[in-house]
Nanobody, 116 residues
Framework: QVQLVESGGGSVQPGGSLSLSCVVS????????MGWYREGPEKERKFVATVTENGIPIYGDSVKGRFTISRDSAKTTVYLQMNSLKTEDTAVYFC??????????WGQGTQVTVSS
């Protein structure tokens, strides 16, 4: 059974930092991509970052230079280090995985609030 569990969300002032984690279980040998999307007040889920099967990070334009994605070699955990946070980064952050064969799975989401 596939399970993704996020942690690390919270509240921070603009310019601050937060770190998210997502622990994956059930399908590590079939994982192709691991990454993050976010859903803000507009309720549209937008791409944040992903790390490919070869360990290459890819970032959305709005977070380049501020966020860093990484994962462990066993593909059990994916991380998102968020620095220089802005109010527009406020969103629910969802961890996801893409599997070989075309399936995908999502976590339940964790709230990140950036406010002064």
């Amino acid at each position: 059974q596939v399970q993704l569990v996020e942690s690390g969300g919270g509240s921070v002032q603009p310019g601050g930092s937060l770190s998210l984690s997502c622990v994956v279980s059930g399908v590590m040998s079939r994982i192709r991509y691991m990454g993050w999307y976010r859903e803000g007040p507009e309720k549209e889920r937008k791409f944040v970052a992903t790390v490919t099967e070869n360990g290459i990070p890819i970032y959305g334009d709005s977070v380049k230079g501020r966020f860093t994605i990484s994962r462990d070699s066993a593909k059990t955990t994916v991380y998102l280090q968020m620095n220089s946070l802005k109010t527009e980064d406020t969103a629910v952050y969802f961890c996801y995985i893409d599997l070989f064969g075309g399936e995908s799975a999502w976590g339940q989401g964790t709230q990140v609030t950036v406010s002064s």
